[in-house]
């Protein structure tokens, strides 16, 4: 079970790279993320760093490679669908990609579960395709 989302903007990869890895910053996706709280002590690019966004979903920054340019992280608890009593292991992937040929990036973002009581790849895909419009958008 899982989501696929993916898009390519029109921006060199280490700028869209320094803006997505930063676990603690969405300034990008204002429309989308309307507040995000940075949770417990660690910092934006440290394993383990934790965050609420929109008041609602609590997520654990899992990873993240600098040299891959990818990170994951754990979505704990959330509304509706992605609830704790809903859904079970749900790990989210970004991972960004020089596109050579035009110095633009690609970016993909996924997410898989272990189980759930239904309706997750109904609520998340939304969600996504927003994160990532937000971000074609930020770089146009």
């Not at 989308?32 to 929109?54: C, F, H, M, W």
């Not at 993240?64 to 992605?82: C, H, N, Q």
């Not at 759930?116 to 937000?134: H, K, M, N, T, W």
Request: negative net charge.
């Amino acid at each position: 079970m899982g989501c696929y989302h993916s898009v390519t903007v029109n921006a060199p990869v280490d700028q869209v790279w320094d803006t997505l890895r930063k676990f603690h910053d969405m300034s990008w996706c204002p429309d989308v993320i309307t507040q995000l709280e940075p949770v417990g002590d660690a910092g934006g690019t440290e394993t383990g760093a934790k965050r609420i966004l929109n008041g609602v979903f609590h997520e654990t920054l899992l990873t993240l490679d600098d040299k891959e340019r990818t990170f994951s992280y754990s979505i704990d608890d959330g509304p509706e669908a992605v609830s704790k009593e809903n859904v079970q292991g749900y790990i989210g992937e970004v991972r960004v990609f020089p596109v050579t040929d035009n110095d633009s990036t690609f970016v993909l973002w996924t997410s898989r579960w272990d189980s759930s009581g239904g309706g997750v790849q109904e609520f998340c895909d939304p969600i996504y395709r927003a994160l990532l419009g937000a971000l074609k958008s930020h770089f146009a």
